[in-house]
């Protein structure tokens, strides 16, 4: 009988075996018996091996490919008859969808590095799956197949759990709050320490301001050495004076990002 699993997981033994297992098992929980497709735990005693691989492959709508360290130079990739290369070129010659999936710090794949042949997967964005925080990176690779794949979006068992929120985003309780004063959030302006023996308050980095009676003064400028972006410094009678300072500063990128 032909499997119809939506996710082939491709995988060489005693080199991404232990993460196949855990990808197999998150697909399985997640969006059902019979949507993920991995050959040891599928593949029933008597049912021929190639045949079996081939209808699975065929039928599904992503290939993951586990790709752990020292996998694209392994010699294996460069055999014809190797399982893991033939499963590739088969999905990347009908079209299938290839997700590599890189284990912990193995480094992106680069195409000099592979058989000619699979030198495309080095232009395929890859996912990344880490040990220390597995549970977050399989929750993004689950929800990148329920994205991909219209069944699976349907039966997706975390759909409802799921919510479409940007990164960085903050939540406050504040219905229990009586008073009349403005709300902040300390995100916005970092640690609070207040000295009520000097009447000042320091707030993040922005430095002291007086909380005490009297008037208001700022004076010197103080830059750290990243205030973050769009930080301004406003000194002076806003005469548009040189006590106006403003610095823009530029985010790093995620360190997976650079290519």
Request: overall charge negative.
């Given at each position: 009988m032909p499997y119809k699993a939506d996710v082939f997981i491709n995988y060489r033994t005693k080199d991404g075996e232990h993460v196949a297992g855990q990808l197999y098992e998150n697909i399985t929980k997640r969006f059902g018996e019979g949507r993920a497709f991995r050959d040891g735990s599928t593949l029933t005693p008597g049912q021929p091996f190639p045949t079996g691989l081939m209808d699975a492959?065929?039928?599904?709508s992503v290939c993951i490919a586990v790709v752990g360290d020292g996998w694209a130079a392994s010699p294996l990739l460069r055999r014809e008859d190797d399982w893991v290369r033939r499963e590739l070129l088969e999905a990347?010659?009908?079209g299938i969808t290839v997700l590599p999936v890189l284990v912990d710090k193995t480094p992106w794949l680069k195409a000099a590095e592979l058989p000619p042949e699979l030198a495309r997967l080095a232009?395929?964005?890859?996912?990344?799956?880490r040990a220390y925080d597995s549970r977050h990176d399989l929750a993004e690779i689950g929800d990148y197949l329920s994205d991909m794949v219209p069944a699976l979006r349907e039966s997706d068992r975390e759909a409802g759990q799921r919510e479409d929120k940007p990164s960085g985003s903050v939540?406050?309780?504040a219905g229990d709050n009586t008073g009349s004063g403005t709300l902040i959030q300390t995100r916005d302006t970092g640690d609070i320490d207040t000295s009520t023996h000097t009447n000042t308050t320091s707030i993040g980095r922005a430095g002291h301001v007086n909380s005490g009676s009297g008037d208001q003064h700022n004076t010197a400028p103080q830059h750290a050495p990243r205030l973050g972006d769009g930080s301004s410094y406003v000194a002076g009678d806003q005469s548009g004076g040189s006590g106006n300072t403003n610095t823009f500063y530029r985010g790093e990128r995620?360190?997976?990002?650079?290519r």
């Open positions: 492959l065929h039928a599904s990347l010659e009908r232009e395929i964005q890859a996912m990344r799956l939540h406050n309780a995620d360190r997976d990002g650079d």
